[in-house]
């Protein structure tokens, strides 16, 4: 596990000594603090020879503190949690950083915060900071998908073009699926297994040598958003080593670019990424993922009083497919991986309602993914929801079909403060 007490202490004092030029005497700086509490449990639908009938069964806290200065801001927000299915008791911090603006031009935020960008719902491309897929598939809030960073993030503007640049001394890896909670295909057995099934990962962890990189430049011409999108990292999910029986990230950079503006009566995007994977630019080493293109077109709109639709449609083409074919084996993924994606959600009573279903089609893989859910704000600061994750798919070694026994409802009941 990292250091994050240390982390989180030089991340702060560099971050103290970076701005120390502008920060002057002062008041102490004015505090917030907020959270809530979540109780949160779910159920499989289907029978799973490896993992519990409770997809997930928990008691969440989660306090947030935030301060305001005149020439800086610092926040923190952690979780505390008993988790049920694995009979712990955890922490995670989710942020912990310190934001000034040193210049008009100029801002810098620094400390462990969750980064986005890129123009997908739920689909993402140039977007390479670290997910939380096992949280998203057992229901916890859509939050957690994203996972935190501990990061450098400056920020440059001009009437020229505004550019974001990241900078992430150690590589954070997604939080995949390992098991744990989650039933998946697993390459060393050649079938669906459990956590007890876990291979060997090797995480490049060494500080300042194995970073990320990312940048984004972009700028609003017409109403209309233009990006162009740099990282240079390594994968964020592990290859399978069928030799040694270990997964590898290895290295890996990306390069895209996107536009988002006003379409007819909605809002319209378009992404497209290129993956260049370093450490086998030939195609021919089946123990690392082959270089690829990715496309998104997507579109939403309005179509009713508070009711929106969404639609996207994503391909993933593979590089050097020929090369893939001949190290592949039985379980070969296709040259091209089409996913359609809709998301209809409507507000009802007042907007205290929410109607939302996430529908994730691949036609390639014949596998997909429905994630209805119902959010009913009972009051201000009381909510509850109910859920679920629902999997299919013909093949078990398919992104959705490995995932269909986890099929499960869930609900939860959150109280803020």
């Known amino acids: 596990m990292k250091p994050c007490t240390t982390l989180a202490g030089m991340l702060f004092f560099c971050a103290m000594a970076i701005t120390s030029f502008t920060v002057a005497a002062q008041d102490a700086p004015e505090l917030e603090m907020n959270g809530f509490v979540e109780v949160l449990g779910g159920l499989r639908l289907r029978d799973d020879p490896y993992e519990q009938d409770a997809s997930v069964m928990e008691q969440r806290l989660q306090i947030e503190c935030r301060g305001y200065a005149d020439a ?109 909670y989650i039933s998946h295909w697993s390459p060393l057995s050649g079938n669906i297994a459990g956590d007890k099934a ?15 990189i990312a940048i984004r430049v972009h700028k609003n011409v017409n109403n209309y958003e233009y990006a162009l999108y740099g990282y240079r990292g390594f994968w964020k999910t592990p290859d399978y080593d069928a030799l040694f029986r270990e997964k590898n990230h290895h290295r890996l950079h990306v390069y895209g670019g996107s536009v988002r503006g006003s379409v007819f009566s909605g809002i319209g995007n378009l992404e497209f990424a290129y993956y260049r994977s370093l450490d086998d630019s030939e195609g021919s080493d089946p123990s690392v993922s082959n270089s690829e293109i990715r496309g998104l077109i997507g579109y939403t709109q ?96 398919t992104f959705f079909g490995q995932l269909k026994n986890n099929t499960n409802v869930y609900t939860a009941f959150r109280l803020t403060f």
């Open 198 to 212: 876990a291979v060997a990962v090797h995480t490049p962890d060494t500080w300042f040598d194995d970073h990320e």
């Open 302 to 397: 309005d179509i009713a009083k508070d009711c929106n639709l969404s639609v996207q449609y994503f391909l993933e083409a593979m590089l050097d497919y020929d090369e893939y074919e001949e190290t592949a084996g039985k379980t070969k993924k296709d040259e091209y991986r089409h996913v359609l994606t809709i998301q209809a959600t409507k507000l009802l009573l007042n907007q205290t309602i929410e109607l939302s279903v996430p529908v994730y089609y691949s036609p390639s893989d014949n596998d997909g993914y429905l994630r209805p859910r119902i959010t009913y704000d009972y009051t201000d600061d009381a909510s509850f929801v109910i859920g679920g994750n629902l999997f299919f798919g013909d093949d078990s070694s």
């Open 72 to 180: 800086f801001d610092v926040q923190y927000r952690g979780d505390v949690y008993a988790d049920w299915v694995l009979e712990e008791v955890k922490y995670d911090t989710r942020e912990l950083w310190f934001f000034a603006r040193p210049t008009e031009y100029m801002d810098v935020k620094i400390g462990r915060q969750i980064l986005t960008w890129g123009t997908g719902d739920l689909v993402f491309l140039n977007d390479l900071f670290p997910k939380d897929w096992q949280s998203f598939f057992i229901g916890r809030d859509p939050e957690y998908l994203k996972a935190p960073s501990d990061a450098v993030k400056l920020g440059f503007f001009s009437d020229i073009v505004n550019v974001d640049l990241v900078y992430t001394p150690q590589f954070d890896p997604d939080r995949y699926i390992t098991g744990e």
